[in-house]
Structures are given as structure tokens and as C-alpha cells.
Nanobody
Framework: QVQLVESGGGLVQAGGSLRLSCTASGSIFSITTMGWYRQAPGKQREMVAT???????IYADSVKGRFTVSRDNAKNTVYLQMNSLKPDDTAVYYCRSTYGNYWGQGTQVTVSS
């Protein structure tokens, strides 16, 4: 069983920054693609960014140039640096391990205008 624990969410003004962290238990972290997803009220969950075990990244068009995903395999942790935040970025953010399809509990990000 793998557990994913997110942290770093909060309330920020538009234009501000936040960094989310997701730490995984277990020994699979270094071999799995990790992803960040988000779900806003009344909307479907959507992919924000993914990073492969080798460091290749994919971003949703809506966050390109503003968000950066990275990972530290020694710490079993994946990060999401979010800059130039907009009110439309308000959502619950989840991390996911593609290996085993494990999800974290989510962390709330609220961007005020």
C-alpha cells in the first residue's frame, strides 16, 4: 500500500505563488510517473502536470509557463511550484502515482481576486 500526503495549499491573492508538496510512502516512488490534478467545484478533475521517473514533464495548456513540476526521488517527494496564480486556479489539488493509481487526500488552493 502506498500513501500520498499533500501539503502546501492555502489562500493567496491573484498573482501570488504557492508550492505544493506530495510525499509518498513505500518503495515505488522512483519508478513511477507522478502527477498533479485538480478539481474545482462543479467541474471534472483535470490533469495539471505530470513528471516521469526520468524527469520528463507534461503540462496542461492552462498552466504552461506558470507552473513547474519537479521531483526529489531521495525524498520520495514531488513538487508543484505555482506562480502567477489566477482565481481560475482555485481547486482542490491532488497528487497521483500512476503505478497502482494511488491518490492523495487533496489540498485546497484558493486564489482571491
Amino acid at each position: 500500500q502506498v500513501q500520498l500526503v499533500e501539503s502546501g495549499g492555502g489562500l493567496v491573492q491573484a498573482g501570488g505563488s504557492l508550492r505544493l508538496s506530495c510525499t509518498a510512502s513505500g518503495s515505488i516512488f522512483s519508478i513511477t510517473t507522478m502527477g498533479w490534478y485538480r478539481q474545482a467545484p462543479g467541474k471534472q478533475r483535470e490533469m495539471v502536470a505530470t513528471i516521469s521517473s526520468g524527469g520528463s514533464t507534461i503540462y496542461a495548456d492552462s498552466v504552461k509557463g506558470r507552473f513547474t513540476v519537479s521531483r526529489d526521488n531521495a525524498k520520495n517527494t514531488v513538487y508543484l511550484q505555482m506562480n502567477s496564480l489566477k482565481p481560475d486556479d482555485t481547486a482542490v489539488y491532488y497528487c497521483r502515482s500512476t503505478y497502482g493509481n494511488y491518490w492523495g487526500q487533496g489540498t485546497q488552493v484558493t486564489v482571491s481576486s
